[in-house]
């Protein structure tokens, strides 16, 4: 998962973010402290970004709020005869990419999620409100500056020498003007202004109701039966001696996989599903409603038809045929895959009459079926994965592979005395691409998923060509070090470790010069290609060898626990490609009704029609913590479309060897380096040398 504040702040206004402050006067500061490729200025500058109180955060954000309206003012009064792209597009690339403002909001944004203090949390939340009112008000309503221009591009660009990033960047941002209605006639262009700042709060509302549902399931100790030791230990107790199970990922995942008792399993998966309900009902349908509108003002049948119409699929209609496509292929393989797990018996697991598996013993039959099929237990091959030295090992296949090299620093000058500091260099001349901060335990109050932020983009400076490193963040809550044992990955957790990584080395060997379209900020339905593709390496046999070290032995994996984690690879990518479908379906479902839908009833029309082999859970109300909805809006399909292109890649890749770093080089300069810069089909004909096809896909996946 990618989360940029400013790209998620977009999309809930449906404008590009022109972030800015003191950009006249500061500009030369700025780009001097991104530039220092000293590491200790560099880390002390980074480190001070964050070492700030509730009180610096409501100050920095009001000075921001008033210097940045000001900044706005005085670019749209640009008093010139004759305009040139630095004047204007290239002052506006700055804004929204380099700014203190665009730095700050990122910041925030971090801090939201990691700050060890609930009052920072808090208040960064606010600022983050306030940021996104206020970029609604001087930029996304902005009529003023998208004339300005206009009036380059109509009168002067003909006469301007533009590169083709340039080039590409003004397209860029001319559609996203119109898209965002500042061509539209003054009074559509009121009333579009308005919903936007209506959609800015109810999503804020949205994702707040999911984040903040403090639901707890209770549980004796009999009824946990199954659930390990060290995770009840971690549970709170209440006065009647009753286990406190709250809703998160890390319990969900051992309540479903590991519980023996059905009834609890039941009980705590509804509770799960109805995350959010009732609260964001109405508000999903307020947004579904106001973005639905917004869209029809902007001249689109619907907001889905929106939404997909600067993405790579480019239309409901392909996305729809992508999606059916894959549904229809994946039927057989989920046929087998329910008929394989029906051999499995356990008195707390009932098939319904019409031979579907319920959903709240779905993760427990499987896990059951692993351990007696494959005799793969989580907890055992985690012994392997001990994290530093998963960690170095990562970096050894990835320094390998990109010709790039890591250096640790040791520091405690950030957030939590747990963060680790990673540069990365070129391996030819030792060029500082730039640095990543390792935040990879979870501690209270820290946000719960594992993801990747972009803080400072990497780019290449105009005129010099120099590379200006970056600063980018991966967070994850792998499970914590203890006094006398160090922590212990499960190949999942390897596997989302690769993944998020793979989505920071996209942002710091970003290498384009057009700042804003730098690295990670490419289009929502490739963007999660080179994540995908890098957890491909786990499924390799050399591969899986060199990152595993027994904590205690330093043995690698035995070659027949390899062979039997490969002989995985199929367990269950039919029913997985099958719900992804779903989901990505139920998304453009929601957002292409031409009137008002009924959330429930077409949520469950839409599951019976696709899902085969689970029975529909009665009695939930999965949409309301569909937390996609807000975030990706129509674009859930994304997932399944990007991964289809990173197959093809990966077969490419493998022949030539996953430690070759001729492909790896060829890999960075073609589909990594240009960001978002050029289109991603282009791309992906340059890197492949034809066309590319979704067998590769159909192959990863069984189907
Ligand atoms: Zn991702």
Redesign the pocket.
């Known amino acids: ?2 989360i940029n504040k400013i790209v998620f702040i977009l999309l809930s206004i449906l404008c590009l973010l022109f972030l800015g402050l003191w950009y006249l006067r500061r500009v030369n500061n700025i780009m001097a402290s991104s530039k220092q490729t000293a590491s200790t200025s560099s880390l002390a500058f980074y480190a001070s970004l964050f070492k700030v109180n509730v009180e610096d955060i409501q100050k920095n954000t009001a000075l921001i709020s008033k210097e940045y309206a000001q900044a706005i003012d005085d670019l749209c009064a640009i008093q010139k005869n004759r305009l040139t792209y630095a004047d204007v597009f290239g002052a506006l690339d700055f804004i929204q990419s380099l700014s203190r403002a665009a730095t700050w909001c990122n910041v925030c944004a971090a801090l939201e999620m990691v700050s060890p203090n609930q009052q920072i949390r808090d208040a960064a939340h606010t600022a983050l409100e306030q940021l996104g009112m206020l970029f609604v008000d001087k930029l996304s309503n902005n009529k003023q500056l998208y004339l300005l221009c206009k009036r380059y591009v109509d009168q002067y660009m003909v006469n301007d020498t533009l590169s083709k990033e340039q080039r590409f960047f003004v397209d860029h941002m001319m559609m996203q003007f119109e898209r965002a209605g500042l061509a539209t006639d003054e009074h559509t262009f009121n009333r579009i202004a308005q919903l936007k700042k209506e959609l800015v709060a109810l999503g804020l509302q949205f994702d707040a109701a999911i984040a903040q549902d403090s639901t707890i399931v209770t549980a004796s100790f009999d009824q946990l039966k199954g659930v390990r030791k060290e995770i009840l230990d971690q549970l709170v107790q209440n006065k009647d001696n009753l286990y406190e199970l709250r809703l998160d990922y890390p319990t969900y995942a051992e309540i479903m996989g590991k519980c023996t008792n059905g009834r609890l399993r039941e009980t705590y998966y509804k509770a799960f599903n109805n995350r959010a309900y009732p609260v964001n009902e109405k508000t999903l349908q307020e947004i579904i409603q106001k973005r639905n509108e917004l869209a029809r003002l902007v001249g689109y049948p619907s907001f889905a038809s929106f939404d997909l119409a600067d993405q790579m699929v480019g239309s409901v209609e392909q996305a729809t045929l992508f999606l059916d496509d894959l549904i229809v292929r994946c039927k057989p393989k989920v046929t087998q895959e329910f008929a394989e797990l029906k051999k499995i018996q356990h008195l707390s697991v009932q098939w319904t009459v019409d031979g579907k598996l319920q959903p709240w013993d779905l993760d427990f039959v499987q896990t059951l079926y692993k351990n007696t099929y494959y005799d793969l237990d989580p907890a055992m091959i985690a012994q392997y994965f001990p994290v530093e030295n998963t960690i170095q090992a990562l970096l050894s296949i990835y320094s390998d592979f990109f010709g790039i090299t890591f250096k640790q620093i040791e520091s405690n000058s950030f957030w939590h005395d747990s963060v680790k500091i990673v540069q990365v260099y070129t391996q030819e001349n030792q060029t500082l691409l730039g640095t990543l901060l390792l935040d990879l335990y979870p501690r209270q109050g820290k946000y719960t998923h594992a993801c990747q932020m972009s803080i400072i983009p990497s780019f290449i400076e105009q005129g010099t060509k120099k590379h200006c490193p970056g600063l980018a963040i991966v967070l994850a809550n792998f499970p914590a070090p203890s006094a006398d044992a160090q922590a212990l990955l499960k190949l999942a957790d390897v596997r989302t470790f690769f ?1 998020e990584f793979g ?1 920071a080395l996209h942002a710091l060997l970003g290498a384009t010069s057009v700042v804003s379209l730098s690295g990670t900020n490419t289009k929502t339905d490739f963007v ?1 290609l080179p ?1 995908q593709l890098l957890e491909e390496w786990l499924w390799d046999k050399d591969m899986l060898k060199r990152v595993s070290c027994h904590y205690q032995t330093a043995q690698p994996l035995p070659d027949d626990v390899i062979e039997r984690i490969i002989g995985l690879k199929h367990f269950s990518t039919g029913y997985f490609v099958q719900r992804q479908a779903y989901l990505a379906k139920l998304a453009l479902h929601y957002y292409n009704a031409a009137e008002p839908v009924d959330l429930q009833q077409s949520m469950q029309q839409l599951y019976n029609s696709i899902i085969t082999h689970v029975a529909y859970p009665e009695g939930t109300h999965f949409y309301a913590s569909f937390g996609h909805l807000y975030g990706y809006g129509a674009k859930y399909y994304g997932y399944l479309w990007s991964n289809v292109f990173a197959q093809d890649l990966f077969t490419v890749i493998k022949k030539h060897g996953l430690t070759s770093q001729t492909i790896g080089k060829k890999y960075s300069a073609l589909i990594l380096q240009p960001g978002g810069t050029q289109d991603p089909t282009d791309m992906l004909i340059a890197f492949l040398g034809r066309k590319p096809d979704a067998q590769a896909f159909f192959d990863a996946m069984g189907l």
């Open positions: 998962m990618i993944h989505h999660e994540s």
